[in-house]
């Protein structure tokens, strides 16, 4: 078989470009949209020019039928249609979702801009906790006498289901000492469970029981710095019963239909009614006054059953009713119920609001009386940290009040606060509570009586940390704000112990970063820096101080201000600990990645950001997921691509240079690197318009010597590969031509590395599909390749068709032998006189050997011994029964590549041909349909001028019959 | 085979006053056709009077005034004998609430010696071998309200030490001054006790102000009678070391079935009292006493 003669087909790629290319029709674009109906267009080709195509024009019509999307896009789509219908369909809906769409509602009634009680919730929770050991007595029954069995106008029914239920409970008073905080939660928690259940199963009496014990809890104050949290999480318990009870009512009146939104008494029919008001009985007779209280007002919105002034006469006596309550504490907490249920149910009865803002005020003395101070004395705690229990409490009282109240009432507020000798706490709460705008447009007033207040009972620089807050969301007079700004710095800056300095500095640097320019950041920074520095303060207060940089981020976008700021950079020095640092390094890239727009050679963002990358860089080890290689790697990519010098070609190459040293551990940003730098090569390419200079040709060099030099510190082969060769094709398209060659050798010598499984995505996967891609692709770039003056003719190819055969294939492979059959068509393309494509100013083997019959035999001997090769693995394959399929295909495709690139005139060479034609039809597994189109193909070939030798060859080739 | 027989009546509160009729259902429920020998129903009114132990051995000579005090009875057979179709079965019925002479219909009332209950009850007699089937259904009488206006009449206090009677060691008690007054002491059963208290000063810190509900209930004839008083509930109106000088409403609501409007017959009475109990901190116990007399309106 080694006799076979290899004669490569002479082409001219001109004239088979002409014939392919199909007439060019004409299209209107002034109607045309492939969206439109479909319309009749025609399609001409020029006879027998592509392959196997029977009909010489194609045409396809049709009158454009209803088309389902044309049809949509006149008169209402399907989506606004439902939305309109959408009203008719939620008046069928069950009844829970009515009542869920309800209470929605509601809360609209207050409008979006209340900040609602559950966004609170979590803020009291996380901050008023305590480590202290608490306490649960709960009374389940035991006092027969006090349970509101007594006073209520209970059935029969109810009654003995009561006696049950306190012989079920019988004395259990259950106390639970020693809870931790957490303990503490959870049972409150499970309470609400219970209380779910025992309403779920009927037990409406037991439900009651364990609402009013809850409530109870609330006049105990032991452990005082838990109480806020202590108040969220019962009134959560009371929320729900308020709920349930209503609900119940609610569904008891909807038979036969639901009742409307806006139902009045008369809607509601007597049983409701009589259950309604047996609630009421039940608890009016509650024994102590703070269960009573919390109870009704749990189901104060209930009152809508009953009568329509209901809420408006109970909200004002149950406001009366608190000043009962001794303890200041509790009942401040009690009011901000009050205020929270009464928001919730009737929003527009605003003078109990006031009323309870101005009892609250009333009992303001009370703090500093006996009782409160021996209750301080035991527990130990101070009267500064006693006073801010108080802010959740009055924030939300005020805030309830504030809202959309008129300007009047707010400055009678304020002139209130102030008659009460600027009491701190009061205007601690107020700054908080009202409208942003509204203390900003006072904002130098407040800081006056800010002044006035007197020091002992509540810090200032809470006080200052409120204003600040205020200022945050709405701009001061532009007169005022330098002073503000002084005046309150002056009382920031004293702030002795730094985490209450920083709480507040971080406040203010929003109002200054909004309203001035870096000096004054700049001052903020050298003084926070100055404050957190001693004793390593910085160490506890990292929240804050990220906080700092991201407000700074917020409103300066521009990068050379930034890092022109002197101590912007030793204030990021105070992140020490390593994983805040690169946090904050990142949001800085990510902000930088984001506004920055224009390509940048400043020096002085380039220097902040190469040190900012590289500590990025510096924090990944061998301990760093995958994953957040990534993301750093993809910030750093972004901040390279940001770096242009312009023209300065060789500046950005030293840029390069240096990153390459600084980011050696990120495998991406050294990819990144060698493509910036190739495509620094190839601008150059395009400056110079192609020639180079002496100067630019010894500067494209230095860019080929970086790639060189960089390729080889990637761990991943692909990586190396594909930049091996594309660094290869840069190089020879800027005429540098050892370098071009070294390049490609390189990647050869690498290609016996190649594993033979490797991981994509997680899963390992065989290489060879990815190898033989890359294979591919390079034959086609040898094409253009001269060969080197000290090698011998095809010195590269030889070299891959080397490597390709002592590479491990996988065993039952073909890779082998593909890759052989694709080497073919690269010689056949070699032998012809002109080159299918060439690279401008580059040389190839073409010009050099300029048809030397020397260099065609050459080639004409490898392709004779790659076809032997290829003829001996198909007799092996023949061997084995398992692989005829195999054979068949590899046999198939070997003719197509003799077919079209072969000499078929020569007899050996088209007797080969049929011969394989014949071996892969041998075993039926070649698809008769290709077989049909080749065989129509060979004929059509036939028809051109000097091929007419294929008439011969496709008579002997028989179509294998279907049986 | 199970049945079940319930009396429904038709107002939701239960709720008649004298002259209107008493309306409902008999409900019955049985998966089965079901075999009775007649179902009968009965409304009766009753005054039950007791006397509490302690009275019992000087009053043994009054037994006689202590049986209960019929108010109203009527009877009718509401089916003969026969058979109810399985299924529910619903027998209505009516009862006009009319006395007979010049009995009067008390208002509806629980109480510890004085009970004045109106029920219904409903049997029905079966065979022998099944057991008789009978159902109670207490309906509750409001009295007419009473013709003459009332007049709320304000009444002020002032406690001091030296107001208290019945004090042991006037020299160790604290000062205090506690003022305040009750909107009306004649009131509107179906109206709250209103008024306010203000703690002017106190030496000993406030524990707790109460308002205690008392009844006074008196048994008895010409020989003699037996008066006690019981609480009914008591409410915390003021809890800790309240505010000085600040009001504090006094806000309390009659419980509904055992409170009547004020009962004064030959042979019993009820009445009511409410205490202001102001507790201190060192357990002294102070007592204000004010008679009420409820009407209904």
């Given amino acids: ?963 | 085979m199970s049945v079940t027989l319930d009396i429904r009546l038709k107002r939701a509160n239960k709720v008649y006053h004298e002259g209107e009729v008493v309306a409902g259902v008999i409900l019955l429920v049985c998966k089965e056709a079901l075999q009775h020998h007649g179902i009968s129903l009965n409304m009766e009114g009753l005054v039950n009077l007791q006397l509490s132990s302690k009275s019992v051995g000087v009053f043994e000579a009054f037994y006689n005034s202590v049986k209960p005090i019929q108010l109203i009875s009527s009877n009718v057979e509401v089916a003969k004998a026969g058979k109810v179709p399985a299924g529910k079965t619903e027998i209505p019925f009516e009862f006009p609430l009319n006395t007979k002479g010049n009995k009067v219909l008390y208002e509806t009332y629980h109480g510890v010696f004085v009970n004045i209950q109106y029920t219904l009850r409903c049997d029905m007699k079966r065979s022998l071998l099944a057991k008789d089937l009978s159902r109670n259904c207490e309906f509750i009488v409001h009295c007419q309200p009473q013709k003459a206006k009332v007049v709320p009449t304000p009444v002020n206090f002032t406690i001091t030490p030296d107001t208290l009677q019945n004090t042991r060691e006037r020299t160790s008690l604290p000062k205090f001054l506690i003022r305040g007054h009750l909107d009306a002491t004649n009131c509107v059963i179906s109206q709250p006790l209103t008024g306010e208290v203000v703690v002017e000063n106190s030496d000993v810190p406030i524990k707790s102000i109460e308002l205690q509900l008392v009844r006074v209930e008196t048994c008895g004839c010409a020989e003699g009678y037996a008066r006690d008083a019981t609480e009914i509930q008591n409410i915390q109106i003021a809890e800790g070391d309240v505010c000085h000088s600040l009001s504090i409403p006094i806000y309390m609501v009659f419980p509904r079935l055992f409170t009547c409007p004020t009962l004064e017959t030959t042979n019993f009475k009820v009445e009511f009292e409410v205490n202001i109990v102001i507790v201190l901190h060192d357990d002294h116990l102070i007592t204000e006493n004010f008679p009420l007399k409820l009407c209904r309106v």
């Fill in chain 1, 1 to 963: 078989m080694a006799a076979v003669q290899w004669r490569s087909r002479g082409r001219n790629y001109d004239t088979e470009l002409q014939r392919c290319r199909p007439e060019a029709a004409p299209v209107e674009f002034g109607d045309y949209h492939p969206l439109k109906p479909i319309m009749v267009t025609d399609t001409k080709t020029r006879r027998g020019a592509r392959k196997g195509s029977t009909s010489s024009s194609s045409s396809s019509s049709s009158s454009a039928p209803a088309d389902p999307l044309s049809s949509m896009l006149d008169g209402t789509d399907p989506l606004s249609m439902f939305a309109s219908e959408a009203p008719t369909i939620s008046h069928s809906a069950s009844t829970g979702d009515l009542g869920r769409k309800r209470r929605e509602k509601e809360e609209e009634a207050v409008g979006q801009d209340f900040e609602p009680w559950s966004s609170k919730r979590g803020e009291i929770l996380a901050r008023f906790t305590t480590t202290e050991k608490l306490s649960i007595n709960l009374f389940m029954g035991s006092d027969k006498g006090k349970a509101p069995s007594p006073g209520s106008a209970v059935s029969e029914k109810v009654r003995t289901r009561l006696e049950e239920l306190d012989d079920l409970e019988e004395g259990s008073q259950r106390e639970l000492l020693n809870l931790s905080q957490q303990d503490y939660a959870n049972r409150i928690e499970e309470l609400n469970q219970s209380l779910k259940e025992a309403w779920a199963s009927d037990q409406k009496v037991k439900a009651l029981k364990i609402v009013i014990q809850c409530s109870k809890l609330l006049s105990d104050t032991s452990v005082i710095q838990f109480y806020p949290s202590k108040f969220v999480l019962i009134t959560d318990i009371l929320d729900t019963f308020g709920r349930l009870v209503y609900d119940r009512i609610w569904t008891m009146c909807s038979d036969p239909r639901p009742l409307p939104e806006s139902f009045t008494v008369d809607d509601v029919n007597d049983t409701a009614k009589e259950t309604c008001l047996n609630w009421f009985f039940k608890i009016a007779s509650i024994r102590e006054l703070l269960p009573r209280l919390y109870v009704e007002a749990a189901i104060l919105k209930c009152n809508r059953f009953l009568n329509k002034s209901g809420i408006q006469e109970t909200l004002p006596r149950l406001t009366a009713m608190i000043r009962g309550i001794g303890d200041p504490l509790v009942a401040a907490y009690t009011r901000a119920y009050l205020c929270r249920v009464g928001m919730e149910v009737a929003p527009q009865l605003k003078d109990s609001l006031n009323r309870n803002f101005f009892d609250l005020l009333g009992t303001f003395r009370q703090i500093s009386g006996e009782s409160v101070q021996n209750q301080l004395v035991q527990q130990r705690v101070e009267v500064p940290e006693y006073l801010t229990l108080y802010s959740p409490a009055i924030n939300w009282i005020l805030q309830c009040i504030a809202y959309r109240a008129p300007e009047p009432l707010l400055t009678e507020m304020m002139e209130r606060c102030k008659k009460l000798g600027n009491n701190a706490l009061l205007l601690n709460s107020v700054m908080r509570a009202f409208r942003p705008e509204f203390v900003a447009a006072r904002a130098t007033d407040f800081i006056g009586m800010i002044k006035d207040c007197d020091e002992a009972g509540f810090p200032k620089h809470l006080l200052f940390g409120s204003l600040g807050r205020s200022l945050a969301c709405a701009d001061p007079p532009e007169s005022e704000r330098l002073t503000i700004l002084n005046e309150a710095w002056k009382v920031v800056t004293k702030v002795r112990s730094p985490q209450d300095y920083i709480n507040c500095a971080e406040i203010w640097m929003e109002f200054t970063c909004r309203h001035f320019t870096k000096r004054e950041v700049n001052t903020i920074l050298a003084d926070i820096i100055k404050h957190m520095t001693p004793d390593r303060a910085f160490e506890d207060a990292y929240p804050q101080l990220q906080s700092v940089i991201r407000k700074i981020l917020t409103y300066l976008h521009d990068f050379s201000v930034l890092f022109a700021m002197e101590r912007f950079l030793p204030f990021l020095d105070m992140f020490q600990k390593d994983s805040v640092r690169v946090e904050v390094c990142r949001s800085i890239m990510e902000v930088f990645i984001k506004h920055q727009v224009e390509h940048t050679r400043d020096p002085v963002i380039l220097n902040a950001m190469l040190h900012i990358c590289k500590t990025m860089h510096d924090s990944v080890n061998a301990l760093t997921l995958e994953d957040e290689k990534r993301s750093l790697a993809l910030l750093i990519i972004g901040f390279i691509r940001m770096v242009s010098f312009g023209r300065d070609f060789e500046q950005q190459l030293s840029f390069c240079v240096e990153a390459r040293a600084t980011f050696c551990n990120l495998e991406p940003v050294l990819v990144q690197l060698i493509h910036t730098v190739n495509q620094l090569a190839m601008e150059t390419s395009r400056v110079m318009r192609g020639s180079h200079s002496r100067k630019t040709a010894a500067f494209v060099r230095a860019c080929a010597a970086y790639s060189f030099i960089t390729i080889p510190s990637l761990s991943s082969i692909f990586s190396r590969l594909s930049l091996y060769l594309l660094s290869g094709q840069v190089a020879l398209a800027n005429q540098c031509l050892s370098q071009a060659d070294a390049f490609l050798k390189a990647a050869v010598s690498i290609l016996p590395e190649v594993p033979r499984s490797i991981s994509v995505e997680g899963k390992l996967r065989s290489s060879e599909s990815f190898l033989l891609d890359f294979i591919n692709n390079f034959l086609a770039t040898l094409l253009v390749v001269p060969d080197h003056p000290e090698h011998g003719v095809l010195y590269l190819v030889r070299g891959l068709l080397n490597m390709v055969q002592d590479y491990t294939w996988e065993d039952n492979s073909d890779a082998k032998v593909r890759v052989y059959v694709s080497a073919l068509p690269l010689l056949a393309a070699m032998s012809q006189e002109t080159y299918l494509y060439s690279i401008p100013k580059v040389d190839s083997n073409e010009t050099l050997y300029g048809g030397d019959p020397k260099f065609l035999s050459e080639i004409n001997k490898l392709s004779e011994t790659l076809i032997g090769q290829i003829l001996d693995h198909l007799k092996t394959l023949g061997r084995d029964e398992q692989s005829t399929r195999r054979q068949g295909a590899l046999a198939f495709s070997l003719f197509g590549v003799l077919l079209a690139h072969g000499d078929l005139r020569n007899n050996k060479l088209s007797q080969l041909a049929i011969n394989l034609w014949n071996l892969s039809h041998k075993h039926g597994y070649c698809e008769t349909r290709v077989s049909v189109r080749t065989l129509e193909y060979i004929k059509h070939q036939a028809l051109q001028p000097d091929m007419s030798h294929l008439t011969d060859t496709v008579q002997r080739l028989a179509l294998q019959s279907r049986t």
